[in-house]
Every structure is written in C-alpha cells, then in structure tokens.
C-alpha cells in the first residue's frame, strides 16, 4: 500500500485522523476548501472542492486511501440532500480510478429508532429528514464498485469537537461552573464515542482489506447518562460539578413548528429521551482496538478546551 493517504474535510474527524496518520508515518494531503488542518511536516494541505472531479482527480493521484470526512454546510436535511451525495459519488468515482479504498465517518441516523442496543447488524432503513438520508448514502456505498468502509460513531466528545452536544454546549460551563442544559433527559443511558477511538477505527480498517466492504462500530465505551459525562468532565477539570437541567422535548418541538434549525435539531430528540445505546464489542474485535477509558478521554478533552480558553485569553 501506498504511504500517500488523503484526508477530505479538516473538522473534528478529519483533523484528528490526519494527525494520526502523520504520527504513524505516512503522508497525508489534506483538502479542504479552505487549506487548513494540522501543522506537520508530513501533512500537505491544498485547497480543494471535493465536488469538482477534476480538482480531485489531481488531488488524490497517488494515495493508497482516502477518509471522507466532510459534513453538511447546514445542519437540515435538504442541504444534506443536496450535497452529501453528489460529494460522496464525486470521491468514489475518483478513488475508483486509482484503486484506493474509501473510508467514512457515520452516524447512528440511518438505524431510525431503536428498541435496544444497536449493533451492526441492526437494519439502515431509516426514510425521513436527516436519518433517511444517511441511510441512502450507506446504501449508495454499498451499490458502488470502489471498495468502501463505514465507521458508525454516536455523538462525539474529544479534542476538536466543538459543535456537538457534548461540545462547546458542555465542557466550558463546565470549566466555568455553569449551569448546563441537555436536551431530552439527563439521566438515560446514551453512547458517546471519543473522536480519536473513531480515527483510530477508520485507520486500522483503510489497512486491513479483509475489512473493506463492511459497516463497523467504532470504539465507545459503555453508555452513560449525560449528567453522568458532566461529572466526569468535572473530575477531570478538579471542579465541583455543575447542575444539570433540561431542554424539555416538548418545548423543542414547539419552537420548531415555526424556526427549521429547532425542527432540525428536534428530529432527533429520541436520541435523548430513551435509552440510545450503541455495542461496539463485535468491531472492536475485527480492529483489535479498545475505546479509551472515560476518565482518559475526559482528561484529554478538558485539557484540550483550556489550552483553547489560554489562546483566546492571549490575543
């Protein structure tokens, strides 16, 4: 295999699975609209759209694998609708080409409601909003010659992720002993997944072929409540933990009959009312990997968003 890999997307998923490809030794071009991501004498940034098959025809000329991490512009399902697809077939197209294997991030979405734990064997049936088009991408996937591998992830925490629930929604209040309001209910059980146990997944599967082709769990330790995560956030950060509350449903589906972000956002208020767990334990055999232990994870996390919080305090 080829040591070139490129990295579509410099957000969470993508920022973190470029510096771990660079840490192991490889080098990995990343693009990006804009030319940003990691510093690293390994790691090339062009600017480049994705949805411009001769840009990225040019672009992945060479690389072995290719970890397609772009997102949406907006969070609704009709951007996602008018976007991701043609993205996703642009990329694969082009990785046919040179023989690379395509390796995505996914989510939950495309599984609907569940009525227990979700493993991999769960049905991607999902049909509406933002849920049914995850499903149609998985199945487009699937449909296409390039060889492919999905990751499924729950809602992430880590360093990097800002814009999640367990983001910049959380860990500043708590640094700063705020009150913190979760939507749905504070204490049912619900997956997390740490962003580099994902990275982590997506880069052992890109190099082991007899995981292509295949739908995988990413590493993620047990679920917990969100107040449970909260406090461990608080030990980690050595602060007393700050009071939980709630977003209740109702009131979000009420906002969302006349404001479409709020509507967006409530889709998947399920997610948060119920018990939403996720077992990894079948991938995290086929990777050999292990989710980082929480208290581990919410170090690294709490140390992440201080050394942020010392940036902005010294410009």
């Known amino acids: 295999m080829s040591n070139l890999q490129v990295v579509t997307g410099a957000g969470p998923v993508g920022w973190t699975v470029t510096e771990q ?41 060479g690389a072995a694998a ?26 694969l197209a082009a990785a046919q080409q040179i023989g690379a294997v395509v390796v995505f991030p996914e989510s939950l979405y495309s599984y609907g409601r569940p009525d227990g734990p979700m493993t991999e064997d769960n049905p991607r049936t999902a049909t509406t909003g933002k849920l049914g088009v995850r499903a149609r991408l998985l199945a487009a996937r699937a449909a296409h010659p390039t060889p492919t591998v999905s990751v499924v992830a729950s809602d992430f925490f880590g360093p990097h992720v800002r814009h999640a629930h367990a983001g910049e929604r959380m860990v500043p209040a708590v640094l700063n002993g705020k009150t913190i ?8 059980a619900h997956s997390f997944t740490y962003v580099p146990d994902l990275a982590a997944a997506m ?37 007393p933990a700050p009071k939980v509350g709630t977003l209740p449903g109702w009131l979000l589906r009420t906002v969302g009959s006349v404001h479409r972000p709020t509507r967006e956002l409530a889709e998947t208020l399920y997610q948060f009312e119920a018990p939403f767990v996720m077992d990894s334990r079948r991938s995290e055999n086929l990777l050999r990997l292990a989710p980082t232990p929480l208290e581990q994870a919410a170090e690294a996390t709490v140390r992440w968003w201080q050394s942020e919080s010392n940036t902005v305090a010294a410009r």
């Open 66 to 91: 290719v970890f397609h991490c772009i997102h949406g512009s907006k969070y609704d399902a009709a951007t996602w609708e008018r976007e991701l697809p043609t993205a996703e077939q642009t990329v």
């Open 21 to 61: 490809l660079a840490a192991a030794g490889h080098n990995v071009r990343v693009l990006t609209r804009s030319g940003s991501g990691p510093d690293h004498p390994r790691i090339n940034r062009r600017r480049v759209d994705v949805s411009d098959p001769a840009a990225l025809a040019n672009a992945l000329d």
């Open 203 to 239: 880069i052992t599967a890109a190099h082991h072929p007899a995981l292509w082709n295949t739908v995988l769990h990413a590493p993620t330790t047990p679920a917990m409540t969100q107040r449970q995560l909260v406090e461990a956030f608080a030990q980690a950060a050595r602060v």
């Open 181 to 188: 309001r979760v939507m749905g209910r504070a204490d049912v």
